[in-house]
């Protein structure tokens, strides 16, 4: 697992992300994955500069169960509520080729020992793919939903995402 120090400025540049997204009229769930979206991000970074295979492994484990809850109850809670809206449904075509390129990834990478170059390699590849991820879903998937949506909608599908994404992890740790 990642120290106190990695675990706080994960938790301090999620906030920072939820803070932006709220000023930019993000609301509920949305702005709950974006926090998610700083976390995970901050992770990723720590990952991509360590040269210690066991850091590595701590902290992959770590991001492995957070990206994994955090695409799964997407697809279970999110994207599923924006195919009941027509102009949505692209959205979540869209984001169900992109899940399904990032359970590759960390495939790949579960694959790889941490200590090898391979994997480096491959986690900055993961990188880009949750970079461009993150992109899409909050400069276009989630401010048009957040439109949308009532703030009671957002709210309703934060709590049902929250509580799925944590039974997801409670499953996919390892």
């Known amino acids: 697992m990642p120290n106190p120090f990695e675990e706080a400025a994960a938790k301090g540049l999620g906030a920072v992300k939820a803070v932006k997204g709220a000023i930019q009229g993000l ?32 902290l992959w484990s770590k991001i492995r169960t957070e990206l994994l809850s955090h695409e799964k109850g997407e697809l279970e809670v999110l994207y599923p509520a924006y195919r009941e809206y027509e102009e949505l449904r692209y959205y979540a ?3 169900e080729k992109e899940a399904e390129q990032l359970a590759a990834l960390i495939g790949d990478l579960d ?16 990188i880009l793919t949750v970079k461009a991820h ?5 400069t276009r998937f989630f401010p ?7 703030r009671e909608q957002s709210a309703e599908l934060d ?9 997801i992890a409670a499953n996919v740790a390892h």
């Open 27 to 58: 609301h509920g769930v949305f702005n709950t994955l974006v926090q998610q979206h700083g976390e995970v991000s901050a992770l990723l970074s720590r990952a991509s500069v360590s040269d210690d295979s066991q850091k590595r492994l701590e």
């Open 93 to 95: 075509d869209a984001h």
């Open 144 to 150: 048009e939903a957040a439109e949308i949506f009532s």
């Open 111 to 126: 694959a790889i020992e941490t200590g090898a170059a391979e994997w480096k390699e491959k986690l900055e590849e993961l």
């Open 159 to 167: 709590q049902k995402f929250k509580a799925n994404k944590e039974a």
């Open 134 to 138: 993150v992109e899409d879903e909050e």
